[in-house]
């Protein structure tokens, strides 16, 4: 299109934006740059596509700064645009800032993914806050979202060590009885692959 003089349009820019998010982040950035400088609106599709290709380059701060402009641009967030942020987060070790934006995510009236609560579990734990871990993995449970198996292999470990045997063998039964899916491994497409889909059809509506 471009070589034959076609300038992009907003729509076109989402949609390249969100095939590229994961496979070419830097070129769904250069995009997002070249979109800002014609002066286009985002839209959520596109702004999600930005954040989570910043996610997936391990730009974690830029995610969070590009994600305060959001509300200039006339956007509210939604379960994607949390997910990225959280896992971002997670990877970078920013751990209470993933908690604060899990915290949020509820607040705002989004039901969490497992992988979302994989995340908040992760970071529970290395936060010291078992406790909560187990809370959250609790209420996962009850709200019948099933449990990566390594969120449960994780937090199993974790109570295990510290000398809650019981608890322990609670989650190591549950991942006996029911078999999830395989937790993300660092900076996964599984962790916004749902939200993705979600978003979409939000902006299609």
Not at 52 to 74: D, I, N, P, W
Not at 152 to 159: F, G, I, N
Request: hydrophobic share 35%; charged share 25%; proline share 3%.
């Amino acid at each position: 299109m471009r070589k034959d003089g076609v300038a992009l349009s907003s729509t076109a820019y989402r949609c390249i934006m969100a095939a590229h998010e994961r496979t070419d982040p830097a070129t769904t950035l250069e995009l997002c740059d070249e979109l800002v400088s014609r002066g286009l609106k985002f839209d959520r599709v596109s702004f999600n596509a930005a954040l989570c290709a910043y996610s997936h380059l391990g730009k974690t701060h830029q995610a969070l700064q590009l994600f305060e402009t959001m509300s200039s641009h006339g956007l509210e967030p939604n379960g994607k645009t949390y997910g990225t942020l959280i896992r971002a987060c997670t990877a970078a070790d920013k751990a209470h800032e993933a908690l604060e934006l899990f915290q949020t995510m509820q607040e705002k009236g989004f039901d969490p993914n497992r992988y979302a609560y994989h995340d908040a579990i992760h970071c529970c734990v290395k936060a010291r806050r078992l406790g909560r871990a187990v809370a959250l993995y609790r209420e996962m449970v009850s709200a019948r979202v099933p449990p990566c198996d390594s969120t449960s292999l994780h937090l199993s470990k974790a109570c295990r060590k510290n000398g809650w045997t019981k608890i322990a063998d609670e989650i190591a039964q549950g991942l006996a009885h029911k078999k999830g899916p395989a937790a993300p491994l660092g900076e996964s497409e599984a962790s916004t692959e749902f939200r993705d889909a979600t978003g979409a059809q939000e902006e299609s509506d």
